[in-house]
T-cell receptor
């Protein structure tokens, strides 16, 4: 079975703080993809980052960075110097052999000015 | 760049009525997905199409049906609507492995069943 767990239901930070969103996944597939999506209050789902199961290299893209560790089945996402516009629900998602997204329950991030 | 277009953005229906949601994928994308997101919940996969053929099915009620047309747009048809069908319905499209299986989502259709 495939499963994505986001243990953090809500996080509140003050602007300019760094924040890390945790994601733990379960899958028996050897090839899979992991994603982070952002859902602002307006409701749309915005693709942020993707990582495939063969590439554990961690990267930085602007204020976003991610830490993928197969040994612990984790795919954590960090926002550096958070801004009020980062306030949203963030979903971690898994795409395995079934080619459909399995989402976690989401983490609501509130960035206070 | 062109994005996934969904219409209508908002829809209000009465119980037992029918609703049709439309989705226009990003040009050249060959796969379309439908997801349902209830209030305060994560999106749940309903159904997908690859090159106009149904490719996978999730927990989609028998009252719902969908298809993909020759121009690649897709429609989700919902009949005998129930209060519990009130949700945000997303369509997504992708180029599959050619683009790392990234699914791009439309803005969603918010369906309210009264």
């Amino acid at each position: 079975a495939q499963k994505v767990t986001q243990a953090q239901t809500e996080i509140s930070v003050v602007e300019k703080e760094d924040v890390t969103l945790d994601c733990v996944y379960e899958t028996r597939d050897t090839t899979y993809y992991l994603f982070w999506y952002k859902q602002p209050p307006s409701g749309e789902l915005v693709f942020l980052i993707r990582r495939n199961s063969f590439d554990e290299q961690n990267e930085i893209s602007g204020r976003y960075s991610w830490n993928f560790q197969k040994s612990t089945s984790s795919f954590n996402f960090t926002i550096t110097a958070s801004q009020v516009v980062d306030s949203a629900v963030y979903f971690c998602a898994l795409d395995g052999a079934t080619n459909k997204l399995i989402f976690g329950t989401g983490t609501l991030l509130a960035v206070q000015p | 760049a062109a994005g996934v277009i969904q219409s209508p953005r908002h829809l209000i229906k009465e119980k037992r009525e029918t609703a049709t949601l439309k989705c226009y994928p990003i040009p050249r994308h060959d796969t379309v997905y439908w997801y349902q997101q209830g209030p305060g919940q994560d999106p749940q996969f309903l159904i997908s199409f690859y090159e106009k053929m149904q490719s996978d099915k999730g927990s989609i009620p028998d009252r719902f049906s969908a298809q993909q047309f020759s121009d690649y747009h897709s429609e989700l048809n919902m009949s005998s609507l129930e209060l519990g069908d009130s949700a945000l319905y997303f369509c997504a499209s992708s180029l599959g492995l050619q683009e790392g299986n990234i699914q791009y989502f439309g803005a969603g259709t918010r369906l309210s069943v009264l």
